[in-house]
């Protein structure tokens, strides 16, 4: 459910508030971070997949250790799984993950001619991808506007007065309807940064907040 305090926010104000604050704390989510290279798709698409329940600083060297030995979809189908394990350990899941990524790489190669398809539904019939991840590198590899709602999103989203709603789905089709599609892919990018950093589950850094006076603090309790 979309609350009236969204139909009157001034978007453009929230979005330059959240990019300001970002730039004070120069943090950004690792898969903002990597550079447009040959095999940019490939590697926004496997630093997602191993970024899930992982912290970024966690991530980012299991990605450099891993491209460095397997830049390509067609380096890393080749690598035995339990090398791939040593090389992304500890990141969440990380012999899960392993499995999916490889598998990911031969199915790149087989159906797709080695390179990372482009639409949504393509991209959830690999191994270890879901919505969130499929619609991450929808925005982030090809530039195709889409909102990307992981739980940070979905809980600011919530907590700022924007929806009310239960799940991460819901969020995402509500915020389509009231979010201007300028700012679909950057949405998730600041408020990622926004709720590492200032916007904590629980006893959020409201005094450090720049977009305080835009927040309702829906079912904050307990503030710093």
Not at 88 to 101: C, E, L, T
Not at 159 to 186: C, H, N
Not at 202 to 221: A, D, E, L, M, T
Request: hydrophobic residues 40%; glycine residues 4%; aromatic residues 8%.
């Amino acid at each position: 459910m979309i609350l009236p305090h969204a139909r009157d926010l001034d978007f453009d104000k929230l979005m330059e508030k959240l990019y300001s604050e970002i730039l004070a704390f120069d943090h950004l989510p690792l898969i903002n971070k990597i550079k447009k290279q040959e095999e940019y798709s490939y590697r926004v698409l496997i630093s997602t997949v191993l970024s899930s329940r992982t912290k970024d600083e966690i991530t980012a060297q299991a990605t450099e250790r891993l491209f460095r030995r397997a830049p390509d979809a067609v380096s890393l189908s080749r690598m035995a799984e339990e090398e791939i394990i040593s090389l992304i350990y500890p990141v969440g899941f990380y012999r899960i993950k392993a499995k999916n990524i490889k598998n990911l790489a031969h199915i790149l190669i087989k159906k797709y001619n080695r390179t990372v398809p482009a639409n949504i539904s393509d991209l959830m019939q690999l191994p270890g991808v879901g919505r969130k991840t499929a619609n991450l590198v929808l925005g982030i590899a090809f530039n195709i506007d889409t909102i990307t709602v992981d739980t940070h999103v979905h809980r600011i989203s919530n907590r700022i007065g924007l929806v009310q709603t239960k799940s991460p789905a819901e969020t995402e089709q509500d915020l389509m309807k009231i979010l201007p599609q300028k700012y679909w892919i950057f949405f998730n990018t600041y408020l990622v940064a926004h709720g590492q950093k200032i916007c904590k589950p629980i006893s959020p850094w409201c005094s450090q907040c720049k977009v305080i006076s835009f927040c309702q603090r829906i079912g904050v309790v307990k503030y710093r």
